[in-house]
């Protein structure tokens, strides 16, 4: 697949939550950062660093690179422990740390079941579940990755990859709570912007203004 039409797999989560907020960071190259995304970072700070650790049958590795070619998607995935079954095969068992609790939509899931689908394309294996660890609760939980989440996985990939490939930023739909809670609030003007406009229209405006 054409470097083009590869998209990272953290575009997935931004997709999910606001196809706006995904082409302002993906296609305009925009970024803010907010007490969310900082918690967040410093909670990614551990798994980032590239190592293995070997203990009672585990082997866990971070950060470690992901891609499958077909579907057109890479990344990192945060932890991935492999698990040495009965048959003395290793197993692996993706784990992606979120500041936060578990959400209502389904965006860390798909991106912890994309992660998934790299690793079966990579060790030539299926993986039947994984884990998303929150920051807030201290707590795992568990993500079977079954057909539907599958399909809604595979789905977000094809929405994600037209979008960046058209190179065109969704307008703005202003919602209180989500938009609030996004870092890149004052970049969109969610209230303000016209249909259709981009950031980069409208920061240039502002520039002309002044």
Not at 1 to 29: F, G, K, N, T, W
Not at 146 to 153: G, K, P, Q
Not at 172 to 196: E, I, V, W
Request: proline share 6%; charged share 25%; net charge neutral.
């Amino acid at each position: 697949m054409d470097d083009e039409a590869v998209i990272p797999i953290s575009a997935l989560q931004h997709y999910l939550y606001c196809p706006r907020q995904c082409a302002l960071i993906h296609i305009e190259q925009l970024w803010a950062e907010s007490q969310h995304t900082a918690e967040g970072r410093l909670l990614h700070d551990k798994a980032d660093k590239p190592k293995m650790e070997r203990r009672k049958g585990v082997r866990t590795v971070t950060a470690m690179p992901l891609a499958q070619p077909q579907l057109g998607i890479t990344g990192v995935a945060d932890v991935v422990e492999f698990h040495t079954g009965e048959d003395g095969v290793e197993h692996p068992y993706p784990v992606e740390y979120k500041r936060g609790r578990p959400k209502a939509y389904q965006a860390d899931e798909v991106q912890l079941c994309a992660q998934a689908l790299c690793l079966e394309h990579m060790l030539s294996c299926q993986i039947p579940e994984g884990a998303l660890y929150y920051g807030e609760t201290r707590r795992r939980t568990v993500v079977p990755f079954d057909t539907a989440l599958r399909a809604l996985t595979c789905e977000t990939i094809s929405a994600t990859r037209a979008m960046t490939v058209s190179g065109r930023t969704p307008s703005a739909t202003y919602s209180a709570k989500l938009c609030y809670n996004c870092s890149l609030f004052d970049l969109c003007q969610p209230r303000l912007l016209h249909r259709g406009e981009s950031v980069q229209h409208w920061l240039h405006a502002q520039l002309k203004g002044e």
